[in-house]
């Protein structure tokens, strides 16, 4: 199945992502975007919360994203849609907890805050896992489902499409920089916003507004799934929320690099609060079009559930609107790119490059980051080559890594910063029993569950066999092995603690008002809130 698109739909998409990708390059050039490091990779710090909110909006949804979430709602109802919700959640934990560190200590990677807390190979080791998973996973992953995407609408050449998508991006962010990134993420933005919106409105119509759509799939309307779902149940969600959710908004490199580019920390707050308002859209824009498409079009199986975004744009849309909407969908593919080539010259400059030579210029620096960003393009692409012959499927590729990534480490990086009592060796051993149960966990996904039954049995009841709840055991068992060794072991020193963990005994900070984020959050808490018992 294929998208048709006339002279019209063209001229619209093309207009709209080079102009978007033009004025990111012009803001760039304004700015200075390789005068030095801090310009290059963190846009000077000078980042106001607007553009970081887009940003870190527009970083975390792909072009898989817009397709699989309406292809999932199709076959799923709105519980596809419920993870979507949870941002009050993650991005108010590191409101709270985590950003204030990071920006205290002018960090321009979260590796470099374990240097301060723990020691230079705390540092070291997450900075080289942040840079194998962002490239095994993110960059790949993204390069490559967005080439399927792509390959579907148009009939293009999967790895040819990764080939020349992966160059134009790394030519773009090798010249403009983070400052390019940050501001062409914003009008990538508002082009997923308002194309995908004229989408749903349009079904909605179609299907006689929201009344039609509850009247013939009341089922599918349902977005807390019960806790025997397989595949989306509220509370697993709820679950990975504390963890997963935390660790993505809150620790990856790829997401808080947005943050670390405020100028302070109520602009990197209030930017995070106006991130979790911007996610409250994906349910309607992205998810309830796949229901839509279900009222609209029932019985689609297998590979044509999957491709419910294509149906739509088809069925639906208009010439003209059908090319803002595609604009919208390369619009994804494109930021999420961008977002993990910036964090991953940056990893690799002020990771390694400055760690060991500390003496680098900072007009080196740049150059350096700039040819990294096009070694890494071609990592990505021979990783995307391998996922392309991977016969198990990109979920279970994806996950595998991602199992790896969240469940060792987040303990030791999150409550390294919530308790003093937390040592180095502690947050060690804790690590290595966290990849011990990741690899269980991995390798009973790959066994199958018949033969992963027989194996690992106490994995397969209903509060374990989701991974959410799978992986919330394993945090609260590996949170328990940190705490205990670390009561056994060297302190930490004074000074480290100081600089790096929470004051409980401090005063509260004071109320400032109507511009106090702890006020945004919880208004933005109360319309979650709502959603979620509106649609139950």
């Not at 700015?31 to 527009?58: D, E, T």
């Not at 009973?444 to 194996?455: A, C, R, V, W």
Request: proline content about 3%; some cysteine.
């Amino acid at each position: 199945m294929s998208i048709s698109l006339n002279f019209l739909d063209w001229t619209i998409g093309l207009f709209v992502l080079v102009g978007s990708l033009g004025v990111g390059l012009y803001m760039a050039h304004r700015r200075s975007a390789g005068k030095n490091s801090s310009n290059f990779f963190l846009g000077g710090r000078k980042i106001k919360w607007p553009i970081i909110g887009a940003s870190l909006f527009a970083t975390n949804i792909g072009a898989e994203h817009l397709v699989g979430l309406s292809g999932d709602s199709y076959r799923y109802g709105l519980s596809a849609g419920s993870v979507e919700l949870t941002t009050a959640i993650t991005l108010g934990f590191a409101c709270a907890i985590l950003f204030p560190y990071y920006i205290k200590n002018k960090i321009f990677t979260i590796p470099e805050f374990l240097e301060i807390r723990y020691n230079r190979n705390a540092r070291l080791f997450f900075s080289g896992l942040m840079l194998v998973i962002s490239i095994m996973t993110k960059l790949a992953f993204t390069l490559f489902a967005g080439a399927l995407v792509m390959n579907s609408l148009l009939g293009w050449s999967v790895m040819t499409t990764v080939f020349y998508t992966g160059m134009i991006v790394a030519v773009f962010t090798i010249i403009g920089g983070f400052t390019a990134v940050a501001y062409t993420d914003t009008i990538q933005t508002v082009i997923m916003i308002v194309g995908c919106s004229i989408m749903l409105f349009i079904g909605l119509d179609k299907v006689g507004g929201w009344a039609g759509l509850m009247e013939k799939v009341p089922e599918a309307m349902v977005i807390a799934a019960p806790v025997e779902d397989p595949v989306y149940p509220f509370w697993g969600i709820i679950a990975t929320a504390f963890y997963a959710g935390i660790f993505y908004w809150g620790i990856d490199q790829v997401n808080v690099q947005r943050v670390l580019a405020a100028p302070n920390l109520q602009q990197a707050r209030w930017g995070a609060m106006f991130a979790v308002f911007l996610k409250m859209f994906p349910v309607f824009i992205f998810a309830l079009p796949g229901v839509i498409a279900f009222a609209l079009f029932p019985g689609l199986e297998g590979d044509e559930s999957q491709q419910t975004f294509i149906v739509l744009l088809n069925q639906l849309l208009p010439s003209g609107v059908r090319g803002l909407v595609l604009a919208s969908l390369v619009a994804a593919l494109i930021t999420s790119l961008i977002a993990v080539l910036n964090s991953v010259s940056t990893l690799v400059v002020r990771d390694f490059v400055v760690e060991f030579r500390p003496k680098t210029s900072e007009k080196r620096q740049v150059l350096i980051g700039r040819f990294v960003i096009f070694i890494v393009v071609l990592f990505g692409i021979g990783a995307a080559w391998l996922v392309y012959k991977n016969e198990e499927g990109l979920y279970k590729y994806l996950q595998t890594i991602t199992a790896y990534l969240v469940i060792p480490v987040f303990p030791a990086i999150f409550f390294g910063i919530v308790s003093k009592k937390v040592t180095l060796r502690g947050a060690t051993v804790s690590v290595i029993a966290g990849v011990i149960m990741a690899t269980i966990f991995v390798i009973d996904q790959f066994l199958g569950p018949e033969t992963g039954k027989s194996i690992f049995p106490f994995l397969h009841y209903k509060y374990t066999l989701n991974f959410g709840f799978r992986g919330l055991w394993a945090e609260i068992l590996i949170t328990g092995i940190l705490f205990l060794v670390s009561a056994f072991t060297e302190k930490t020193s004074p000074e480290k603690l100081e600089k790096t963990t929470l004051n409980f005994s401090g005063k509260v900070a004071h109320f400032s008002g109507i511009t106090d984020w702890r006020l945004h959050l919880g208004i933005l808490s109360a319309i979650t809130i709502s959603l979620y018992i509106w649609l139950s």
